[in-house]
């Protein structure tokens, strides 16, 4: 379990492909921290950690075809920035909301704007990834975020200046593909209401 508070970027230094899985090798921080089988959110996908080296300060994930096919991780690249959470300890705050590190789908950022100060970010998605609603949660690339506007295909949020600097944000642009998990209570109320649609006569 995340909460969606990114506590740092790592870099992808090396990308070896082994069948239809692919390994990331990353240099950070955070890394001395880290433990093998160790499940750590990477740009919002939960991914165990299978190898480290203290010395060089690198570690290693697996993702397999079904991540690279559903996230954007297909699409990552050497030197890319990620931004890493490790799972809530049992003392821990809930400082964002529940976020299991299970992506729901990609989106798309359509348009950033300067709003005085913090910016607004646009996103649409398949309608059939997940729903939105104002002032609910969203998690973006493993961070935690509030929506402002909720579409059927889209969302907005706003960023605030800290936020956006010590995240992958500050490097996003329009066109880019992101990582979306919709609220988990959200997902149970659209699942409840979509086999109650289904088991019940119209109208009741």
């Given amino acids: 379990m995340f909460t969606g508070i990114v506590?740092?970027?790592?870099?992808i230094i090396k990308i070896t492909k082994e069948g239809s899985?692919?390994?990331?090798?990353?240099?950070?921080?955070?890394?001395?921290?880290?433990?093998?089988?160790?499940?750590?959110?990477?740009?919002?996908i939960c991914l165990t950690v299978t190898n480290i080296d203290l010395e060089s300060s690198r570690y290693e994930v697996t993702a397999i075809k079904e991540t690279l096919d559903k996230t954007n991780a297909g699409?990552?690249?050497?030197?890319?920035?990620?931004?890493?959470?490790?799972?809530l300890p049992a003392s821990g705050?809930?400082?964002?909301?529940?976020v299991q590190g299970h992506v729901d789908g990609v989106g798309l950022i359509d348009e950033i704007h300067d709003s005085n100060?913090?910016?607004?970010?646009?996103?649409?998605?398949?309608a059939t990834a997940g729903m939105t609603v104002p002032k609910g949660s969203i998690t973006i690339?493993?961070?935690?975020?509030t929506v402002v506007d909720s579409f059927t295909d889209a969302f907005s949020v706003a960023i605030i200046p800290?936020?956006?600097?010590?995240?992958?944000?500050k490097n996003a642009k329009q066109g880019d593909m992101v990582n979306l998990e919709f609220d988990i209570v959200?997902?149970?109320?659209?699942?409840?209401?979509?086999?109650?649609?289904e088991i019940l006569p119209p109208g009741i």
């Fill in 7 to 11: 506590e740092a970027q790592h870099k």
């Fill in 21 to 44: 899985n692919t390994h990331f090798c990353f240099s950070g921080d955070m890394t001395p921290e880290l433990k093998i089988d160790q499940s750590i959110s990477h740009n919002g």
């Fill in 75 to 87: 699409a990552w690249q050497l030197n890319d920035e990620i931004n890493i959470e490790r799972c």
């Fill in 93 to 98: 705050r809930f400082d964002g909301h529940m």
């Fill in 117 to 126: 100060g913090s910016r607004m970010v646009f996103i649409s998605h398949p």
């Fill in 141 to 145: 690339n493993g961070i935690s975020l």
């Fill in 162 to 169: 800290y936020t956006w600097d010590h995240t992958t944000f």
């Fill in 186 to 197: 959200g997902k149970y109320v659209q699942k409840i209401m979509m086999t109650k649609n």
